[in-house]
């Protein structure tokens, strides 16, 4: 099974979320989408499969440092979270052509 997280390794629910989807034998693609942001186009599929819009996928005390207004249209809310991915909420994890937040990370279990 293919399993992809957008990791950060500084962020202990996402630390935490590797290490579930190792207790299960598997070994994920790890994207540290701070080094490699999703493209636009990506982010896009990342909400669809997750079934929510930016804003809910908006980390909105960074958004706020950022200058990033939440109430922004979608299209520009997706480019403002590619172009500063700190604000994209985390962990994400693909699997099975669905996603997960790991918020909590026992979520992404559902999907593995």
């Not at 992809?4 to 190792?22: A, D, F, M, Q, W």
């Not at 982010?43 to 950022?66: H, N, S, W």
């Not at 985390?90 to 990370?105: D, F, M, T, W, Y």
């Amino acid at each position: 099974m293919s399993v992809t997280i957008y990791h950060n390794p500084r962020c202990g629910k996402s630390r935490e979320t590797v290490k579930l989807i190792e207790a299960k034998g598997i070994t994920p693609t790890i994207v540290e989408y701070l080094k490699t942001p999703p493209s636009t186009e990506e982010l896009k599929r990342i909400l669809a499969l997750l079934g929510l819009p930016a804003k809910d996928l908006l980390r909105k005390k960074e958004a706020a440092e950022a200058g990033i207004d939440p109430s922004l249209p979608e299209d520009r809310l997706i480019a403002a979270m590619v172009t500063n991915p700190i604000v994209i909420e985390r962990p994400i994890v693909l699997a099975k052509g669905q996603a997960r937040l790991g918020r909590p990370p026992e979520k992404v279990l559902e999907i593995l």
